[in-house]
DNA sequence: TTTATGTTTAACTTTTCTGTTAACGCTGCA
DNA sequence: TGCAGCGTTAACAGAAAAGTTAAACATAAA
């Protein structure tokens, strides 16, 4: 029994590992359940077997993936922190997040062009939706206050989030623009954990 | 004569119009000979009589669709005016070119992605590779100047690359996260021809 | 009018991929 | 010992997509 349920578990989760990684790379379309099998090391009649078929397999990933770059969405805008530490520390950890799940952007980005609605009901369903207003109300006190230059918070953040990304997803272009390998373009992203902050900052801040 | 002409350009060209469109709609896996055909009006046999094959019709795309961005990369980089007006020039371009060709960037990324080799023999074959040298000297001759504070020069540029695209990559996000419909959409990415420069001129100049 | 040539169509073939089924086997338990 | 149940497999069925072919069609030139 014992015996049994730690395979259950085992096969079941690296079908769930396998799958993420292979959706990831190839998008739902070029996914091929033969390929995630072969990866997985196991018959393809057991994908149907845990994960009824291609669409729920695939239902249960895009839900887990988006679900990860929620939260660190919302760590963004409730901290309760001065704006410009706010801006150090999400920066970094959103560099860092992304890092570590390479083409998880480039992935929901695709995805969700495909079928915007998945949005909505995943949305609604985990009620995790991703909420700015408290640092759009920040950033409004600091520019009343002075402390930085005017600027529509919705630019603002959509910076943020651009600077972190972007570098990720065209890393293929920057690296043949900028004439780097892998372990040089490793170090440019790395650096930019903390060049971003410091790249936004010096933009708002009043001198 | 003329007329056959005529009709073959009319076909083979309808083909590539709505055939660009599908595959960057739907990426090279999720797109379908039928459906292109259908949106084209024609019958599926034509394709084939025009472009061989799927991956034969998809890679004069391809290359359609890169060439695109790529040349305006190169206007960013060679272009022959003082940096502050450059950035204005350049960000108020790119955005403008990816106003009218929205999906092109989340294609041309997907895409590349799978398959990153695509680029080096593009690149190679067709010498338009981006060469983003002489900005980088401007930049480097700026600071040295003192106009500018001291920057990675590839930082600035990912920068600008960032700031502009990532918006239109985004959208679907962006909209749930501020709230937003289609038409306000529309305005806010509009509102960032000026914006972005602003942004990262603030950013760079010294004051 | 006839013929040659390029275009178009419908029907068919082949391939690829997803989903199902029935049988086998292991393991724990009666 | 045998049986119950889950996990596993191979073989198969079905659907969907790509690709092919042969004949019909249109048009311009002879």
């Known amino acids: 029994m014992s015996n049994k349920k730690e395979r259950d578990i085992t096969t079941e989760q690296k079908i769930l590992e396998v799958a993420t990684e292979v959706f990831q790379q190839k998008g739902y379309a070029g996914a091929r359940m033969q390929d995630i099998a072969d990866k997985a090391q196991i018959n393809r009649a057991m994908l149907h077997y845990y994960y009824r078929n291609k669409e729920k397999l695939f239902e249960g990933i895009f839900q887990n993936a988006f679900q990860?770059?929620?939260?660190?969405?919302?760590?963004v805008f409730d901290a309760d922190l001065p704006?410009?530490?706010?801006?150090?520390?999400?920066?970094?950890?959103?560099?860092?997040?992304?890092?570590?799940?390479?083409?998880?952007?480039?992935?929901?980005?695709?995805?969700?062009?495909?079928?915007?609605?998945?949005?909505?009901?995943?949305?609604?369903?985990h009620h995790t939706r991703p909420n700015p207003a408290k640092l759009i109300q920040q950033i409004q006190e600091e520019i009343k206050a002075g402390n930085i230059r005017p600027i529509m918070p919705q630019h603002l953040v959509m910076n943020m989030m651009s600077l972190c990304i972007f570098p990720f997803v065209s890393q293929p272009v920057f690296q043949q623009v900028f004439q780097i390998g892998d372990a040089q373009y490793e170090q440019f992203l790395e650096s930019r954990k903390t060049e971003v902050a410091e790249f936004i900052i010096e933009s708002i801040k009043v001198k």
Chains 1, 2 share one sequence.
């Open 68 to 75: 990860k770059l929620i939260p660190s969405m919302n760590e």
């Open 83 to 125: 704006l410009f530490d706010k801006i150090r520390q999400v920066v970094n950890n959103y560099i860092t997040l992304v890092f570590q799940n390479r083409n998880l952007p480039l992935f929901v980005l695709h995805e969700l062009q495909q079928n915007p609605e998945k949005f909505v009901s995943n949305f609604f369903v």
